[in-house]
């Protein structure tokens, strides 16, 4: 046990240490920046990665603050490769059933990644949970979408669910990736209003129009002004 302070000598408490801010290349107006380097993750038909292509060519990537330099896919033949290959971007396929192992799978995708020097990961509909090798890599700069305003309907099911709920309001949610399902930090959220003639389709492609403006605003900035994560919150510059 250590020494007991004097009578009357009360320590005064170490200041705590701030979050460490996560500095992305890119920074508008500064010569000597560059547009952070992404890596997009896809499973199906690559929506949100055609949404971050799009505002990219329109804004260029020095003023949007990044650039995707790789498009990778845990399958092949689906139309979201196509839009990365329309795009003249390389590509790979890490496909789990070519691995003896979920984690074998997990540190090739990790590898594979990697080799772009990614600043950030954009986990565009991919449909596999990442495991603690990509993690270790590429945590607290994973960034993930969700069609729920979480905490609430996390799990692939999340429209379903809160359909199925009577939720009046739901939404999407942009986070970082961690260990969990759907439970790493909010980066941001749009809600979408339920409406009594609401199927399931009708209610998910609500959501993904929301979903891929909230997207593409959320990368833009981090990119362009870098962030810290203090245990929950994610705090943007």
């Known amino acids: 046990m250590g020494k007991e302070p004097r009578r009357g000598f009360v320590p005064s408490p170490r200041p705590a240490r701030p979050a460490p801010r996560r500095r ?13 380097r992404i890596v997009v993750l896809v499973s199906g038909s690559g929506t949100n990665l055609q949404a971050l292509l ?57 590898e594979a990644t990697a080799a772009y020097e990614p600043d950030l990961v954009v986990s565009a509909g ?17 960034v993930n979408t969700h069609p729920a305003l979480l905490p609430s309907f996390p799990g692939a099911h999340g429209v379903r669910d809160a359909l199925a709920y009577g ?16 439970t790493g930090p909010i980066i941001a959220q749009s809600a979408v209003e339920v409406r009594d003639e609401d199927d399931e389709s009708a209610l998910h492609e609500r959501i993904k129009e929301v979903e891929r403006s909230l997207l593409v605003e959320v990368v833009g900035r981090l990119a362009r002004h870098g962030y810290r994560i203090e245990g929950r919150k994610v705090r943007i510059s």
Request: with cysteine; net charge neutral; glycine share 12%.
């Open 126 to 142: 991919f449909m596999k949970i990442l495991g603690k090798e990509f993690l270790a890599r590429f945590g607290g700069r994973t």
């Open 54 to 110: 799009d505002a990219i060519a329109e804004q260029g990537p020095d003023a949007y603050g990044a650039q995707i330099v790789a498009v990778g896919a845990d399958r092949g033949a689906i139309a979201g490769l196509e839009r990365a290959e329309s795009a003249r971007l390389p590509t790979f396929i890490c496909r789990v059933k070519d691995y003896g192992s979920r984690a074998e799978w997990d540190a090739a995708l990790a």
């Open 167 to 182: 939720a009046k309001v739901t939404g999407c949610t942009v986070h970082f990736v961690d260990d969990g399902v759907d």
């Open 24 to 36: 992305l290349p890119s920074r508008r107006g500064d010569p000597l920046g560059r547009p952070a």
